[in-house]
């Protein structure tokens, strides 16, 4: 695939060289060089690990810096329809186990992400 080699050049699993255009042009203007492709790893040791993504306060992780979950939504929401529908199709396998190995938090505000509103089993 021609566009293989670029889009992993931008830390990207796969996708087209339109792919990663746009988002290096998204990186550029909203975020820094590598912010979706960290943001799609760290995502994916998330939904695969057995604990909840860092909350972002200083106390639970003094280091963490962004929402991994909410970068990468905010890309599906600015990116032209077809490339952020690609950057779902890498996205989507990820929810789903986010979603098979979390539950509903009861407890969790109405207002807050969707993912924010879910806990591990």
Not at 15 to 34: D, K, Q, V, Y
Not at 88 to 95: G, N
Request: net charge positive; aromatic share 8%; proline share 11%.
């Amino acid at each position: 695939m021609p566009g293989a080699s670029r889009t992993r050049r931008r830390g990207l699993p796969s996708g087209s060289n339109a792919l990663a255009a746009a988002i290096i042009r998204l990186e550029r203007e909203r975020f820094w060089p590598g912010a979706i492709a960290l943001a799609l790893r760290r995502w994916a040791q998330y939904a695969r690990s057995d604990s909840s993504p860092p909350c972002g306060c200083p106390a639970c992780d003094p280091f963490y810096l962004e929402d991994e979950r909410q970068i990468l939504e905010t890309a599906l929401h600015v990116l032209p329809v077809r490339i952020a529908r690609e950057l779902r199709s890498l996205l989507r396998p990820l929810d789903d186990i986010f979603l098979a190995r979390t539950s509903p938090d009861p407890f969790a505000a109405p207002d807050l992400p969707w993912w924010r509103r879910r806990s591990h089993h």
